[in-house]
Every structure is written in C-alpha cells, then in structure tokens.
C-alpha cells in the first residue's frame, strides 16, 4: 500500500531541518514553549523568514509586541521586515485575546479575510498561553484550540504557536494544547554550574523521526545555531 507523506516545511533552522525529516508538516499546528528570554520570538522569526525567502506570505499575529520595538530587535539578524510589510509579504497583526475569541465563533472574521487576501502560508501566533487563559476549564480550553486548530488547517497554514513555560514536564502545558499540537518543541535557559546555556528539546513530532537528547543552542547576529554534537543534561 502506498502511504502519502505530507510535504515538509523548512523551520528556517538548518539543524533543526535536519533533526526533523525536514521541519514541520505542511498545515499542521505546532508550538514552541519556554520561559521570557528563552529565544521563542527569534525561534519563530526564522521559521517566518525561510517562508518569506522561499517566496510565502507571512503572518505574524501577536498579543503582546509592539511592532516598532520588534523590527528594531530583529534588524539584528539582517531581518527587514518593514520592506516585506511594504511589499505585502509580511503581515503583522496584533489583537487582544478577546478579537482571537471573537473570530473563532464568527468562523474566521477578519483574520480570515487577511489570509485568504494575502494567500498566507506560513502563521506565528505568540502567545496562546494569553488566549488559553480566556477559558476556565480544560474542556473549555480543548474546545477553543480544536477550534482555532481546525481554522488554521482550513487555511492551509503551517501554523507555529508560542507558550510560556519554565519547566520541561509535560504537565506544564495544558493539556488541551499539549494533545492536539502536531509537535510541541521546548527553549531553556537554564543555569549549569557558574553559567546559563540555552537548550532545545523536541518534545513530540508526530509522524517524524527525532532525535530525544537536549541539544544546546547559540543565539548570535545570524540567529540559532543548534549544537546537534552536543548533548545536555540539567
């Protein structure tokens, strides 16, 4: 019986490409979590500007950044988005929790329209740890991201999530995010001896390969660089 593979889509990371059997599926939800300062927004930026450079429309739709600020972190990189904003490549969205609530039970809204407009492939929602908390109960929660998940796959968006988290035990995560993500990846910067060390985990991927060690990572002027040699243990 021939078995269809689903199309891989490059996380911008070429370690992490490689780690992965070639990055995320195509139209799948997956999410990226750590504490503040972990590398979440520079993780998910690489994933949006291998979109961009392989001639995808983007979006980026945040809770909480200001737009200016975060240009002006990311031109670091050698990132320009304001001139794929002008170009109409780049979409930049930010709304409150409430307005993502709101287009989930008006079946796609404004955000909808932005997609099919702009023909996006390629989505960063950052933080669903903002909007989960608009929901009280698991069910609720499970619910509301079977919801956006679904939407998102209709689309036919690759979709990156972030969450905040500190610890890397499954149960720190709800459980409403944690089962229906296609891959859950974790950021650390954690503290060995005298120093701090970034390190990355692939939690879960589903139908992919990968590998199960912690691996530590660099953050310099050209983004992450994976150390897939070097394996750690905190």
């Not at 990355?200 to 040699?229: A, C």
């Amino acid at each position: 019986m021939n078995v269809t593979r689903l199309k891989r889509v490059s996380t911008g990371i070429p370690e992490l490409d490689k780690m992965t059997e070639g990055g995320f599926r195509e139209a799948t939800a997956n999410l990226v979590a750590g504490r503040a300062g972990s590398g979440k927004t520079i993780f998910c930026f690489h994933f949006l500007m291998a979109g961009l450079k392989n001639g995808e429309n983007v979006m980026y739709l945040t809770f909480e950044e200001d737009k200016e600020k975060l240009y002006d972190d990311l031109s670091v990189f050698g990132w320009d988005l304001e001139k794929y904003e002008r170009e109409g490549k780049f979409v930049f969205l930010r709304y409150t929790p409430e307005q993502v609530k709101k287009v989930l039970t008006e079946g796609g809204g404004v955000i909808e329209s932005i997609v099919i407009k702009h023909n996006i492939k390629r989505m960063v929602i950052d933080s669903i740890s903002s909007f989960s908390l608009l929901y009280k109960d698991e069910l609720s929660k499970k619910e509301a991201a079977l919801s956006l998940f679904q939407m998102i796959g209709n689309w036919g968006c690759t979709a990156l999530l972030t969450a905040q988290d500190s610890q890397r035990e499954e149960d720190n995560i709800t459980s409403a995010l944690e089962f229906e993500v296609d891959s859950i990846i974790f950021l650390y910067n954690v503290k060995i001896g005298t120093a701090r060390k970034r390190a990355m985990e692939i939690l879960k991927m589903r139908g992919t390969n990968h590998p199960q060690s912690i691996y530590r990572f660099d953050i310099t002027t050209k983004g992450v660089s994976i150390h897939t040699e070097e394996a750690i243990a905190f």
